[in-house]
């Protein structure tokens, strides 16, 4: 890192911690506690009840301990002042001294094994609540990133934010624990303070006041380890996306033809060093003064000791008494540090948990209609672009604009045109992925934001270039087109031979069972070209009004490329479809031809209208012939 990279860092983590709210403000995100125990209550109410009474029988151990213990002890002293009964143990049996201590013994022993089993059981209940918790968080965020707008996917600030909210989907799970652990620690102190309210109330207040630098401290860092985090948040994302580029299956061969590997890890390690440099100069500061503010507690509690100990050699006290009475100020001494520090704690958690449910907060864009409508089934006019114009989020460029034309019913439609030129963003208006920001998008008259979202776009099969590669089976990765339908077996394999797939499948081991992908144990991989074909099978396998092809083929040879439009052709009669592609062998298949640039129509007609023309489709059309000759 250079070193005006180095003073761009140094500053930004300043002004990170010079910055930090005051310690109300960062209370304030207690609020987020609310929505906390809630999504708790709503992972397992049994679970947390039982966490709850556990802690509470739990919290009055070890008063009960050390007051047996004083009696113990008072009564050896008794016992030892007076005579012996006799020389053996069967003297002192006999004549019934020794029953008191002995029931006091069982009832320790008692009270140390139940104290065991406790501890057991909270450690079991908060086990097996955090991990539900932590997948009930994984799939309400799953469920509500769904939910959210492909603008939100198409910012770096969304991504970074989806980055922190996913971290704390899996790292907050700690905070329960902590949480009824201080409610446990308040019952606990409440029971002690009790005892030593009796003997010497001043102690108390010694303890609070020898504690109040360690808790201010606690929050300050608590604090600058929040903004540290999240003003490395790009950086770490980077982190991420290094480690699956440097050791992915799908980039494993471009790493080692191009020798990117040492590339790749001086630049993961110059991030990482520059992550773990500001890490580890804020956890020496929190270690020293953390250290200094201990022993500050640790002379309070030695003082607080000696006294005990002074009153205790004057006669004021039994030794049973200075057992019970230095126990509990130790005692007090470690919980009143954790509660407090604690309290700074979870307000500290509550600011990550800021990261978590503000995340949940963000709302789609994409408004749904009070009254939403049924997708035309089917089509009977056609669709209609009037005066389109959409600018991309955070951007004054229009994508599109002045869009005019329509589609007929049953028509096949090809887009062409240089990439940038608003073919890819037609598509995405098409399906809702974005409305746009000014005319109107009609099917059958109907305005697209007057149709049911849902049912939109379940009469609507898309097919892009950058399709996913499922590793599932490879059923599974055409059932996914129409994934309410997955289970019927006939559908896919159908859909399968209408995208000439099914010969791909049946070479495989295991068929339509076979799993995809080299992920997974068991996994094949396919060819590009073999996976586009099962990719094309989705858009059959959902036996859509309007197909949207855009670039399906790409991987394809010219002769695959033609079967498999020679077959869509064939069974699209009477659907709507959407061609995008670069090679005029398959756009010349389509009914009619529109050519984009820079946002706007520039042509439109038949292949064999638009090479007459001799306007920019013949110049393109020419071009690419020219290549083959």
């Known amino acids: 890192m250079s070193s005006s990279e180095n003073f761009a860092a140094r500053l930004a983590f300043r002004s990170s911690t010079a910055d930090q709210p005051p310690l109300g403000q960062q209370l304030a995100t207690l609020r987020h506690l609310k929505r906390f125990f809630a ?17 509470l029988v739990s919290a009055v151990q070890p008063l009960l301990l050390l007051y047996v213990g004083k009696l113990i002890i008072d009564e050896v002293v008794l016992q030892a002042g007076q005579p012996a009964p006799g020389p053996a143990l069967s003297d002192w049996i006999a004549s019934g001294r020794l029953a008191h201590v002995a029931a006091l013994l069982a009832l320790e022993f008692a009270l140390v094994v139940l104290a065991d089993l406790l501890s057991r059981g909270i450690s079991l209940v908060d086990g097996i609540l955090a991990e539900l918790h932590s997948n009930t968080v994984s799939m309400e965020l799953m469920q509500h990133a769904a939910s959210l707008d492909l603008r939100h996917f198409e910012s770096s600030e969304y991504q970074d934010r989806l980055e922190r909210a996913r971290r704390q989907a899996a790292g907050r799970n700690a905070l329960l624990a902590q949480i009824f652990g201080q409610g446990q620690s308040l019952v606990t102190i409440a029971t002690l303070a009790f005892g030593l309210l009796v003997y010497a109330p001043w102690l108390i207040l010694l303890l609070l006041v020898s504690l109040i ?3 201010v401290s606690e929050a300050k860092f608590n604090t600058r380890s929040y903004h540290l985090n999240r003003l490395r948040s790009p950086e770490r994302r980077e982190l991420e996306y290094l480690r699956y580029v440097g050791a992915s299956a799908e980039t494993a061969k471009e790493i080692k033809l191009f020798g990117l590997g040492s590339f790749l890890v001086a630049r993961f390690r110059r991030l990482a060093d520059t992550i773990m440099r500001d890490n580890r100069r804020l956890a020496t500061q929190r270690a020293i003064w953390g250290g200094l503010f201990a022993a500050l507690s640790s002379l309070a509690y030695y003082g607080a000791y000696a006294y005990i100990v002074w009153r205790t050699v004057e006669g004021e006290f039994t030794l049973g008494d200075l057992a019970f009475l230095s126990g509990s100020f130790l005692r007090l001494n470690g919980l009143f540090g ?18 978590l449910f503000s995340f949940f907060d ?36 229009w994508a599109v604009r002045g869009l005019n034309f329509s589609m007929k019913a049953g028509e096949a439609v090809a887009l062409v045109g240089e990439n940038g030129a608003g073919k890819t963003t037609i598509v995405k208006l098409l399906t809702r992925l974005y409305d746009p920001d000014e005319g109107r998008i009609l099917v059958d008259g109907i305005d697209l934001r007057d149709i049911d979202l849902v049912d939109l776009r379940t009469h609507i099969g898309v097919i892009f270039q950058d399709f996913i590669r499922y590793s599932l089976t490879a059923a599974e990765n055409i059932g996914v087109g129409r994934i309410e339908a997955a289970p019927d077996r006939d559908r896919i394999e159908a859909a399968a031979e209408q995208s000439l797939a099914a010969p791909v499948i049946e070479k495989l081991p295991l068929g339509y069972d076979q799993p995809l992908g080299k992920l997974f144990a068991n996994g094949r991989d396919l060819s590009g070209g073999e996976w586009q ?97």
């Open 533 to 629: 074909k099962v990719a094309i099978a989705r858009a059959y396998m959902r036996d859509a009004e309007l197909i949207i092809l855009d670039e399906p083929t790409a991987a394809l040879d010219a002769k695959a490329e033609a079967e498999v439009f020679q077959r869509f052709k064939s069974l699209a009669k009477g659907k709507t479809a959407v061609l995008i592609s670069h090679r005029f062998s398959t756009v010349r298949m389509a009914d009619r031809i529109l050519v984009l640039s820079g946002g706007r129509i520039i042509e439109a007609g038949s292949h064999d209208e638009l090479v007459a023309a001799r306007g920019v489709y013949a110049d393109l059309f020419e071009l690419q012939a020219a290549g083959y000759r």
């Open 362 to 397: 963000i709302k789609p864009t994409i408004t749904l209609s009070d009254t939403p409508k049924p997708f035309p089934q089917p089509i009977r006019d056609g669709i209609v672009f009037e005066n389109v114009g959409f600018r991309y989020p955070d951007t004054e460029h």
């Open 39 to 55: 999504q708790v209550w709503r992972t397992s109410a049994p679970l947390t009840v039982a966490s709850v009474a556990l802690r």
């Open 338 to 355: 954790q509660l407090l520090i604690g309290v700074t704690q979870i307000a500290g958690q509550s600011l990550y948990l800021d990261d």
């Open 213 to 215: 630098p360690a808790v």
